[in-house]
């Protein structure tokens, strides 16, 4: 039987056409990203040298908004920057820490295997699906000194949202609670792909829990710890529900973070001043791209 000689032109045609299908796929994606995302971030790094209201044409003034807010001491946008992200970094140096070893701990008890596991599960990672608006209305109620449990049933009388650290610790709390099921999660599923072999030879050696758990788990997921950090953090520094909802930034503006400031500048009442709004959240840009290049440094592969 004679084979038939292959035309590479019409294989070539084949193969081109095979190349539309990601374009297919990726398309709509990448038409979001570029409309809802690159556009809107491009337009707010010009805005930032800008003076603008939000109607009249937008009026060039080169770096004037960002020597206000970083240099310019007799100006209220200086102290609103610093004081803003004063309390954004309090709030990510206190939550960070928390957001990922509490989610760690309860994945390795979960991957023990104990009774209910399945509903432990459900359960922690249920609260990371609801609104954070719903969050807030919830823990609202719960730490309310007038008719909240802390006050009918423990006899807390001390106004936890009103009150230095206790404001603070609430956040944080809050935080730790809505946001460690993804986190959990992706643990989960690490903790389950570190080599059972390696566990039988530590197990055959002698070796104690903790002994298996800092030269062996972590070890194995390291790179998933690397994600989860870099990305909890650049979800901390976005800090704005929690605040806004629970203690409206204070006891006087202790807990008012640099975005509180930033959407108070831009579209609070009064003249909108979205020069310096976009100045301040360019500069905010600037710290977690700064700070997420350190972490990586420090938790990269040595190797």
């Known amino acids: 039987m004679v084979e038939k000689p292959i035309n590479n ?7 081109k056409g095979l190349n539309l299908w990601p374009i297919l796929f990726v398309g709509p994606h990448l038409l979001l990203f570029i409309v809802f995302f690159l556009i809107p971030s491009v337009f707010g790094i010009y805005i930032a ?15 004037e908004n960002f020597k206000t807010i970083l240099f310019d001491q007799d100006s209220s946008f200086y102290t609103q920057f610093y004081n803003g992200m004063e309390n954004t970094f309090i709030f990510v140096l206190i939550s960070v820490p928390f957001c990922i070893i509490v989610p760690l701990l309860i994945a390795t008890a979960l991957t023990t295997k104990p009774k209910f596991s399945n509903l432990f599960q459900s359960l922690f990672y249920l609260p990371s699906l609801f609104a954070i608006s719903a969050v807030m209305i919830i823990w609202n109620f719960l730490l309310s000194v007038s008719y909240g449990p802390l006050q009918n049933y423990f006899g807390y009388s001390t106004n936890v949202l009103d009150t230095q650290p206790h404001a603070w610790i609430s ?21 389950n792909g570190v ?17 298996k758990f800092f030269r062996i788990t972590l070890p194995s997921i390291k790179y ?34 640099l975005l509180m400031y930033i959407q108070k500048n831009a579209f609070g009442s009064g003249l909108s001043i979205a020069g310096i709004s976009s100045a ?18 420090l938790l990269r592969d040595r190797d």
């Open 49 to 63: 040298f800008t003076k603008w209201d939000l109607f009249s044409s937008p009026e060039f003034v080169g770096l």
């Open 224 to 257: 998933q710890i690397l994600f989860t950090t870099v990305m909890t953090t650049i979800a901390q520094f976005n800090v704005y529900g929690q605040p806004l909802m629970l203690t409206g930034g204070g006891p006087t503006e202790s807990t008012h973070v």
């Open 9 to 15: 032109k019409q294989e070539g045609k084949k193969r």
């Open 195 to 211: 080599p059972k072999d390696l566990m039988e030879a530590a197990d055959l050696d002698g070796a104690g829990v903790f002994s």
């Open 280 to 297: 301040m959240a360019v500069m905010l840009g600037i710290c977690i791209m700064i700070v997420s290049a350190i972490q990586f440094f």
């Open 171 to 191: 956040i944080v709390v809050v935080t730790v609670w809505w946001t460690i099921g993804g986190n959990m999660v992706i643990y989960l599923a690490a903790l």
